[in-house]
């Protein structure tokens, strides 16, 4: 009953961009914040963003603040991540994840306090 299906990810050269969608089915989406988190190789899972489901909240980690967009359209049940600048320790699997109220809990990055998760969609970036 529950689908995140992330797409967008693929190669890129340093300082290029890339557009992430995550798309929700299965009352997985409505209603719910939503977040993109990233795991690199022998590394330990980040958060990279999270949105509240009225948009009026947004949240980033410090390395993508200025770099990264998340936004939402809830009439087609999808999360974006607009990637911009991107360099080669962007490189990592990039997970969306639904939280588990309408609201961005605190700490967002703590993985505790979302609920689904996406397969996973592969960002390489070269340089």
């Known amino acids: 009953q529950v689908q995140l299906v992330e797409s967008g990810g693929g190669l890129v050269q340093a300082g290029g961009s890339l557009r992430l969608s995550c798309a929700a089915s299965g009352r997985t989406f409505s209603g719910y914040a939503m977040g993109w988190f990233r795991q690199a190789p022998g590394k330990e899972r980040e958060f990279v963003s999270a949105?509240?489901?009225?948009?009026?909240?947004?949240s980033y980690a410090d390395s993508m603040k200025g770099r990264f967009t998340i936004s939402r359209d809830n009439a087609k049940n999808t999360v974006y991540l607009q990637m911009n600048s991107l360099k080669p320790e962007d490189t990592a699997v990039y997970y969306c994840?639904?939280?588990?109220?309408?609201?961005?809990?605190?700490?967002?990055?703590?993985?505790?306090?979302?609920?689904?998760w996406g397969q996973g969609t592969q960002v390489t970036v070269s340089s």
């Open positions: 994840a639904r939280g588990r109220s309408p609201y961005v809990r605190s700490p967002a990055a703590e993985s505790n306090n979302w609920y689904y």
């Open positions: 949105m509240s489901w009225s948009g009026g909240l947004t």
